[in-house]
């Protein structure tokens, strides 16, 4: 079989379709068609088409899973989580038809390499995600220490991590709890149902009733 043709894609010209014996049969970003040297004329047997493809479907892959690295920092967990969804099968709508079809998941040894490989560039690092984290959750709206802890364990970030970042943040119980009274203070009548809410976003009690007593004053 012969590649004839190599094209670009109309939507992304960093891909370019590749036509074996005058017919569709994947597509490669640009780096992938130099480094497989994928040229036209040049000819594959079944089994050489069918280990280009699987590098077509990691590059796709990865090229999805860094830009939802590169929205926001994510955890190490958040991104194989992202990556596990890849795997499973899913059902979509045909344009052309209006049916519903089914499309099947990636291999999960593709997803582990995309995984490996963003690790390699540094897209991934849990410390990183968690100063993030950190420094930026509720910037204006306000966040206790304890929320902050508990959000990053249900993210997967080891608590030697979370523990160590939190002692060094600038933030303080007293802080987050003047940003939040300045914005919910107006909002509840019943100061009981205001330490109940602000219990419940993790301060302690004894720092909600200073806080509520120097609002006062």
Same mark, same amino acid.
């Given at each position: 079989?012969?590649?004839?043709?190599?094209?670009?894609?109309?939507?992304?010209?960093?891909?370019?379709?590749?036509?074996?014996?005058?017919?569709?049969?994947?597509?490669?970003?640009?780096?992938?068609?130099?480094?497989?040297?994928?040229?036209?004329?040049?000819?594959?047997?079944?089994?050489?088409?069918?280990?280009?493809?699987?590098?077509?479907?990691?590059?796709?892959?990865?090229?999805?899973?860094?830009?939802?690295?590169?929205?926001?920092?994510?955890?190490?967990?958040?991104? *194989?989580?992202?990556?596990?969804?890849?795997?499973?099968?899913?059902?979509?709508?045909?344009?052309?038809?209006?049916?519903?079809?089914? *499309?099947?998941?990636?291999?999960?040894?593709?997803?582990?390499?995309?995984?490996?490989?963003?690790?390699?560039?540094?897209?991934?690092?849990?410390?990183?995600?968690?100063?993030?984290?950190?420094?930026?959750?509720?910037?204006?709206?306000?966040?206790?220490?304890?929320?902050?802890?508990?959000?990053?364990?249900?993210?997967?970030?080891?608590?030697?991590?979370?523990?160590?970042?939190?002692?060094?943040?600038?933030?303080?119980?007293?802080?987050?709890?003047?940003?939040?009274?300045?914005?919910?203070?107006?909002?509840?009548?019943?100061?009981?149902?205001?330490?109940?809410?602000?219990?419940?976003?993790?301060?302690?009690?004894?720092?909600?009733?200073?806080?509520?007593?120097?609002?006062?004053?």
């Amino acid at each position: 079989m012969k590649v004839t043709a190599l094209t670009a894609q109309q939507k992304d010209p960093n891909r370019i379709n590749v036509m074996v014996d005058s017919k569709y049969r994947f597509s490669l970003d640009i780096s992938q068609v130099v480094s497989l040297g994928v040229k036209v004329g040049r000819e594959y047997s079944d089994a050489e088409l069918a280990e280009i493809e699987g590098e077509s479907q990691f590059g796709k892959l990865y090229a999805r899973a860094l830009e939802y690295c590169l929205m926001r920092p994510h955890s190490a967990r958040e991104v *194989r989580d992202y990556l596990w969804r890849k795997t499973r099968e899913t059902k979509y709508k045909s344009r052309r038809t209006g049916e519903i079809k089914t *499309r099947d998941g990636v291999a999960p040894e593709l997803a582990d390499r995309v995984y490996d490989k963003l690790v390699e560039k540094q897209y991934i690092d849990d410390e990183k995600f968690a100063r993030y984290w950190v420094e930026n959750r509720n910037l204006t709206k306000g966040a206790s220490r304890r929320k902050l802890s508990s959000e990053l364990a249900a993210k997967g970030v080891e608590r030697g991590v979370v523990e160590r970042l939190l002692a060094e943040s600038a933030r303080t119980d007293d802080d987050e709890l003047q940003k939040i009274l300045a914005k919910k203070r107006s909002k509840y009548s019943d100061e009981q149902k205001l330490m109940q809410y602000l219990a419940r976003q993790g301060f302690s009690y004894d720092d909600i009733k200073h806080a509520l007593s120097d609002d006062r004053t």
